[in-house]
């Protein structure tokens, strides 16, 4: 594009175009439609996963519209009507919104947008909405795996070289810390939404010097109060370590400057660690801080703790920007309910012989249920929109992976999830800080029990439906069969 501003609303399925147009032939272009966004499945076989992405959805779609050049483009694939070109002209998103906020711990099937717009507007923001919660999503559901498993320690994100493309790194430095990442590598994210960017040396720095030791004394002079030296060029436990050492007597001591660090990226992390702790404590230097890379992902760290490495910090690359023991998210967008001429809404269900690809029908609220005693969320609660949950009653509720499993709830409070972003196309929403996002993510974490949060073998958390959502659901089913 030379440079040029690509206008995202061209960022779609080529079948949202033609299905449009098919829809503005028919009639069906002020249809009002409902659907979900939602995924089938956790990351890595954990428990919940980590909403994100929403606030770039909202700057696109304030910014939906199509360009003379657009419209010149779909003319040339002659599919396209003129009435349907004609329409694009003034196009722009009408419709409403509701989002689950960003931050907040999901689960399987449950709907994380829901939009209620005309058919043609619906269903031209599937890509992009997508592309969206699936990406930043996936990064902030393994950032926070991978903070929890440091254990309190600093994790920061170092994986924009590794991120597969521009954006891959700038949001998933984002969602990296919405996650719970202390900062990062990638200094544009810094810039942009105020990330916090830090960093030293490379090896490429020792290497320029004629020395290791003269490398380390000329980074100390002119950073003494941002000191941390890479310490495995050469050899750690022989030259590194006690370079470092040297240095920061002749240069940091002087200066009376205790705060400083190493750090390792190759070898044995967890054997060297130690020995790095102990030659640094020897020579005096109790608060430099210890810090390790490598390839590290949840698994790894927890490994290195329970092999008694001393660190500090974790910096975490190509693992946790690309995701890669599973790089895929899985949301989907499915339509859920459509409007009659009187307003009337007709729930609307996918059908398929893998039973997890079944949809849940209607446009639905979601409840998340929490003990008022403990404060921690107990299960989440799937109902039709024009339904409220008593939580002065008990309630019971189904086993998601055993329906003839029960369990009943009470002494809660119910909140819901999903707030207003968009009403008749104007945003309702106030935008939250990244750092309020953070904020509430590790709050909302700290909500679930341990047993939901473990690595292995997680929890398998309560989500219902509702009696009356689960009669609409089984009756279409029952309908839709004999067909």
Sequence with gaps: MNGEKLNMTMLCDFYELTM??????????????????????????????????????????????????????????????????????????????????????????????????????????????????????????????????????????????????????????????????????????????????????AHAWVQMFESEYEAFKTYCEIYPNNATLLVDTYNTLKSGIPNAIRVFNEVLKPKGITKCGIRLDSGDIAYLSQKARKMLDDAGWTECQISASNSLDEHLILDLLRQGAKIDMFGVGERLITARSEPVFGGVYKLAAVEDDDGTIVPKIKISENVGKITNPHFKKLYRFFGNDTGKAIADYICVHDETVDDSADLEIFDPEATWKTKTVYNFTAKELQVPIFQNGELVYKRPTLEQIRTYCLQQVDTLWDEVKRFDNPHNYYVDLSQKLWDIKFGLLKSHGKQ
Aim: hydrophobic letters at 40%.
């Design 20 to 201: 449009g147009n098919g829809y503005f032939e028919k009639g069906y272009k002020d249809r009002i439609t409902y659907f979900d966004l939602f995924f089938r499945r956790c990351p890595d076989g954990g428990g919940f996963a980590i909403a994100a992405g929403l606030d770039q959805i909202i700057d696109y779609v304030l910014n939906l519209h199509f360009s003379e050049e657009d419209i010149e483009y779909l003319r040339g694939r002659k599919l396209f009507s003129e009435g349907f070109l004609e329409y694009l002209k003034n196009f722009k998103f009408t419709g409403d919104i509701w989002a689950v906020p960003e931050g907040t711990p999901i689960f399987p099937h449950e709907p994380i947008i829901t939009v209620r717009a005309p058919a043609i507007e619906a269903q031209l923001v599937e890509t992009y909405l997508l592309l969206c919660i699936n990406h930043q999503s996936l990064i902030a559901t393994k950032a926070n795996r991978i903070v929890r498993a440091a254990q309190g320690r600093t994790v920061l994100e170092f994986g924009s070289r590794r991120a597969q493309g521009t954006d891959a790194a700038i949001l998933g430095a984002r969602a990296a810390y919405i996650g719970g990442c202390n900062g990062t590598a990638c200094t544009i994210s810094d810039q942009l939404y105020g990330v916090y960017a830090g960093g030293t040396m």
